[in-house]
């Protein structure tokens, strides 16, 4: 199969659950990375707990680990996993106005944990922006992507952040 082929349909072009059995189980790691930029006051407050609704970024952790080992049930064609590890960090940035979140999900299995880590820093995210948007309506999620992938046939992989290109290992 070249890389250019979507590997989620099958020759009749139906949507269909990729078969992993044949592959071997390995280490797999994936880091993903996103933002919310948020207004000034709003980060004040969440970085200095008093945000009506509790600690912001305590609450945001646990929804994106949640969220890590729910993936299967939230996205339709994902490999259900059980995951070794998942770590959220929350960090705000006031330079920026924002608060960063970084996932990383490790697993040993036969496919790969990009997609739980992803969503991971949606749902960490969308926990700020629920927490928040009583008093700031114009926060923005954005640069959710994956930085980084270990593991699996297509070994090493790591998003170039001078170019944003990705490059292979």
Known sequence: MSKTELTHFNAAGEAHMVDVGEKEVS???????????????????????TMGKGDVLAVARIAGIMAAKRTADLIPLCHPLALSRISVDLVPDQKVGAIVCTSTAEVHAKTGVEMEALTAVQIALLTVYDMCKAIDREMV???????EKRGGRTGHWRRDEVGRKPTHR
Request: net charge positive; glycine share 6%.
């Open 27 to 49: 280490h797999r790691v994936a880091v993903a990375e996103g933002r919310i930029l948020v207004q000034r006051a709003t980060l004040e407050k969440v970085v200095a707990g």
């Open 141 to 147: 999620i954005e640069q959710v992507r994956l930085l």
